[in-house]
T-cell receptor
Framework: AQSVTQLDSQVPVFEEAPVELRCNYSSSVSVYLFWYVQYPNQGLQLLLKYLSGSTLVKGINGFEAEFNKSQTSFHLRKPSVHISDTAEYFC????????????FGKGTKLSVKP | DAGVIQSPRHEVTEMGQEVTLRCKPISGHDYLFWYRQTMMRGLELLIYFNNNVPIDDSGMPEDRFSAKMPNASFSTLKIQPSEPRDSAVYFCASIPSGGSSYNEQFFGPGTRLTVL
């Protein structure tokens, strides 16, 4: 069975500082990896996804993530955050060949302070 | 495109009442997913449909929960009778035709359900 662990439930950071949100996954089969963002009182939207190829994936709003197969990790990074990045971030996996059902981590709340 | 539409956005009801949540997927999307989000359990997949047919309902917590998709543009999630532990935000999401494990899911804004 697949599982996703987001190691930090909350990450406070000052504006313009770098940030890394950590994600580890467990699966007995190959998976695709996703990061979604949820702004207050809204649904989730896709930030980026890793399917294959280059292990460094760039997404919207200046975010990027790196897939590390040996460590089964998919950490999300941004070199300089803005107040508007305050949101909850979810890491998710889907199994190759499945019909798109996602397994989500518990989420990390990023709080950017001025 | 209007995106995934959910109604109502907020629902407050009393224990024992029937609750119906509604979802309209993006036109042309033929996979539809229902999720529940709580502080304790995070985001859980309840059920998903392909071409209006339920594919996997193993996440539906109890017989009090039921979901239908009578046509390609409408789905309902019903709770009868409702209980306070059903309080959560319920999301609907859809995937384009030919849905696959690498497709992005498009989420609706959610319905915040409070059962008193």
């Amino acid at each position: 069975a697949q599982s996703v662990t987001q190691l930090d439930s909350q990450v406070p950071v000052f504006e313009e500082a770098p940030v890394e949100l950590r994600c580890n996954y467990s699966s007995s089969v190959s998976v695709y990896l996703f990061w979604y963002v949820q702004y207050p009182n809204q649904g989730l939207q896709l930030l980026l996804k890793y399917l294959s190829g280059s292990t460094l994936v760039k997404g919207i709003n200046g975010f990027e993530a790196e897939f590390n197969k040996s460590q089964t990790s998919f950490h999300l990074r941004k070199p300089s955050v803005h107040i508007s990045d305050t949101a909850e971030y979810f890491c998710a996996v889907s199994e190759w060949g499945s019909q798109g059902n996602l397994i989500f981590g518990k989420g990390t709340k990023l709080s950017v302070k001025p | 495109d209007a995106g995934v539409i959910q109604s109502p956005r907020h629902e407050v009801t009393e224990m024992g009442q029937e609750v119906t949540l509604r979802c309209k997927p993006i036109s042309g999307h033929d996979y539809l997913f229902w999720y529940r989000q709580t502080m304790m359990r995070g985001l859980e997949l309840l059920i998903y449909f392909n071409n209006n047919v339920p594919i996997d309902d193993s996440g539906m917590p109890e017989d009090r929960f039921s979901a239908k998709m009578p046509n390609a543009s409408f789905s309902t999630l019903k709770i009868q009778p409702s209980e306070p532990r059903d309080s959560a935000v319920y999301f609907c999401a859809s995937i384009p035709s030919g849905g696959s494990s690498y497709n992005e899911q498009f989420f609706g804004p959610g319905t915040r359900l409070t059962v008193l």
